[in-house]
Every structure is written in structure tokens, then in C-alpha cells.
């Protein structure tokens, strides 16, 4: 009986996260970060972004590439290869002033065992019946790119469309606008980027069999029919500088700080209101090919077993190299949770960049 109920178990934990409607932690597939030198720098990119990637860290970075098109894909596997995260973006420049882009985020859970139908109306336990299904998160993304006639500065937007799937039962659609800046002085940055500045809202419907339903008025759980989640807007604000010893070595540094807007995280700086979760990146370059990264980030109190309170922190280290200026290939080495829990993945992105004949 226990094998025949526990895929409705993670249902009803799944369907109780989505149906309280509380905004906290809404849609955080999209707050895991994207590439892996963004994820090597703790995720302090929104000033210094200049490529593809940019539709993730702030579309005002897009007008910045150095080449006309970028085609960048990730791919990373977290909690041992169970929960696969997938990224994919085609950027392009529009003139001399302006660019687009189009990219997909997908993460998800494959292969969840479905048993309800494990045992007949006979009581027969029949493994023939078992089947899988999938929950996955998807993002959907439009950015928009322009320089300014200020010198340095560019702004852009994204128009999101996310999609979040649990096998049939539990299905989402949503939407949102984000909205970010960058400006640029000398070999200074600073940027801004404006997430859900609309709020946004996934609209979830929910279909299950009899056998659910009965699950559910079993265990007092409330049968859902429709409800709505709203992600609160988020700001980032960034600062950088970048260091150069001669004609060969740069030194890239970013320090951001994200303020919520949902109440009180467990981050450096809470407030009952606003929290402020800073990071901290830096790049170092030679001859602009290869590059070593690293950053410290999701800074959290912690209680220990003695009842003391002590500041965690999640630690990230990456390298790449450009390759005849047109491949690049990123690496990361990201912990997904902090310092204690050591979950570490390995996170591999690449890069193409080129030119049309005409440009």
C-alpha cells in the first residue's frame, strides 16, 4: 500500500508548494543562474554581461558582443544527476545600436514513478502498471537591446513566457516583463536589472483521476481546481572595475546585490520587507583567452547543534577559454546549497560566436 501512494505523496507536496499561493520562492528555477561564468562568479554579472548570456543577467548587456550572433548552450545536472537543467540561447545584433534574443531554460525532474495504478481493484500488485512522468519548469524568453545616445549607457528588456508542468495533473501557464541597464565609464560598470517589474503570474489548473481525488479527501488535503502564484519583483544592482597589468593581463571585478521584495530571507541583511543577498565575482584574464573566475555568494545563518549562529557561504570556481575567437568554453564548479552541504556540480557552457558575410 505504501508503494501505491508514494508518487501521490510527492504530488500532494508538489500541488501544496503551488497551491498556497505565496509569493516567496515563486518561479526560483529562474534564480538558479545561467552559464558557467556567470555561475563561477556567484551570479555577479548584471554590470559586466556582454554576451549571449545577457538575456539572463541583464538584456542591456546584448549590444556588447563583440560579434554580430551568439549561439551559447549549458547543461548541468544537480542533486547527482536527478534534476537535469538545460539553457539555450541565439543572440543577435540588429544595426549598430540594438539586438534580440531568443532563449529557453528547462528544468526539470524525468522519470518520477507513477504508481498509482500499482495494485488492481483486485488487490493484484501488478508492476506492468507502473508508468513515469515528468515535472518540469520552462522559461521562454524575447530580449530586447538598445544603446542610448548617452555615451555608455544601453537598456534592455525581456518578455517572459513560463510554462510548469507536473505529468498531467498539475499544469501553469505565466508571464513577465524584466528590465535592466548598463553603464559604462572608462573601466568602470555599473548595471541595474529589474526582475518581474510587472509582477509575475502563473495561472495553474489541476486534473486528476478518482483515485487522487481520494487520496486527497483521505489525508484532508484541500482538492485544488485553479489557482494563482505571483513572483514579487527583484532588483540587482551592480558595480565593477576592470584591472589591466600591461597589454596581456586583465583583473574584472563585480560586486552585486540583490534586494526581494517578498519578505524576510534567510540572506545577509533581512528586513521584514526587503532582503539583500550581495555577491561577489572576479575574472582574470590573459590575452582575453584564458580566464580564471571565481566568486562567493547565498551568504545564510545557520544554527549549529550547540544552538550558535554562525554566516555560511557558497564558495564557486570556473575557467574558460576562447578559442580562434569564435568557440568558447566555460567550466564551473558550483556549490548548489552552501558550505556545509557540499552538493557540488560540475557545470560545462559553450559559446559560438560569429559574423555574417555582410557584417
Known amino acids: 500500500m505504501i508503494k501505491k501512494y508514494s508518487f501521490l505523496f510527492f504530488l500532494l507536496i508538489y500541488v501544496a508548494g503551488v497551491y498556497g499561493q505565496t509569493a516567496k520562492y515563486s518561479n526560483e528555477f529562474l534564480s538558479l543562474g545561467i552559464g558557467a561564468r556567470g555561475l563561477a562568479m556567484s551570479g555577479a554579472l548584471a554590470a559586466s554581461t556582454n554576451d549571449g548570456y545577457s538575456s539572463y543577467w541583464n538584456p542591456a548587456g546584448l549590444v556588447y558582443m563583440q560579434k554580430a550572433k551568439n549561439i551559447a548552450l549549458m547543461h548541468a545536472e544537480y542533486f547527482a544527476g536527478i534534476a537535469k537543467?538545460?539553457?539555450?540561447?541565439?543572440?543577435?545584433?540588429?544595426?549598430?545600436?540594438?539586438?534580440?534574443?531568443?532563449?529557453?531554460?528547462?528544468?526539470?525532474?524525468?522519470?518520477?514513478?507513477?504508481?498509482?495504478?500499482?495494485?488492481?481493484?483486485?488487490g493484484n500488485i501488478n508492476y506492468d502498471r507502473v508508468t513515469s512522468f515528468s515535472a518540469a519548469d520552462y522559461a521562454f524568453t524575447i530580449s530586447f537591446a538598445h544603446k542610448t545616445a548617452v555615451e555608455g549607457l544601453s537598456y534592455g528588456l525581456n518578455m517572459k513566457i513560463i510554462r510548469r508542468v507536473a505529468g498531467d495533473f498539475a499544469k501553469s501557464w505565466g508571464f513577465g516583463i524584466d528590465a535592466g541597464a548598463i553603464y559604462k565609464k572608462n573601466k568602470w560598470l555599473a548595471g541595474a536589472m529589474f526582475r518581474d517589474i510587472t509582477t509575475t503570474f502563473n495561472s495553474w489548473s489541476y486534473?486528476?483521476?478518482?483515485?487522487?481525488?481520494?487520496?486527497?479527501?483521505?489525508?484532508?488535503?484541500?482538492?485544488?481546481?485553479?489557482?494563482?502564484?505571483?513572483?514579487?519583483?527583484?532588483?540587482?544592482?551592480?558595480?565593477?572595475?576592470?584591472?589591466?597589468?600591461?597589454?596581456?593581463?586583465?583583473?574584472?571585478?563585480?560586486?552585486?546585490?540583490?534586494?526581494?521584495?517578498?519578505?524576510?530571507?534567510?540572506?545577509?541583511?533581512?528586513?521584514?520587507?526587503?532582503s539583500v543577498d550581495p555577491k561577489f565575482g572576479f575574472e582574470l584574464g590573459y590575452k582575453k583567452i584564458v580566464f580564471l573566475r571565481g566568486g562567493i555568494g547565498n551568504f545564510q545563518k545557520e544554527t549549529k547543534t550547540n544552538g550558535d549562529y554562525v554566516t555560511s557561504f557558497q564558495p564557486n570556481i570556473g575557467v574558460g577559454i576562447v578559442i580562434k575567437n569564435t568557440l568558447t568554453i566555460d567550466y564551473a564548479l558550483t556549490d548548489i546549497g552552501n558550505q556545509s552541504i557540499a552538493l557540488y556540480s560540475n557545470v560545462f557552457s559553450v559559446k559560438f560566436s560569429f559574423n555574417t558575410k555582410h557584417q
Open 207 to 274: 486534473t486528476f483521476s478518482d483515485e487522487m481525488i481520494e487520496v486527497f479527501t483521505r489525508t484532508g488535503n484541500e482538492i485544488p481546481v485553479h489557482s494563482t502564484e505571483i513572483t514579487l519583483p527583484a532588483l540587482v544592482f551592480a558595480g565593477g572595475y576592470e584591472f589591466t597589468f600591461g597589454e596581456n593581463i586583465s583583473l574584472l571585478t563585480e560586486l552585486d546585490a540583490v534586494v526581494t521584495t517578498d519578505g524576510k530571507r534567510n540572506v545577509l541583511i533581512k528586513g521584514n520587507t526587503l
Open 85 to 122: 537543467y538545460d539553457y539555450g540561447v541565439f543572440a543577435t545584433k540588429t544595426g549598430n545600436n540594438s539586438a534580440l534574443a531568443f532563449s529557453l531554460i528547462r528544468f526539470g525532474v524525468d522519470n518520477i514513478p507513477n504508481t498509482s495504478q500499482l495494485i488492481d481493484a483486485e
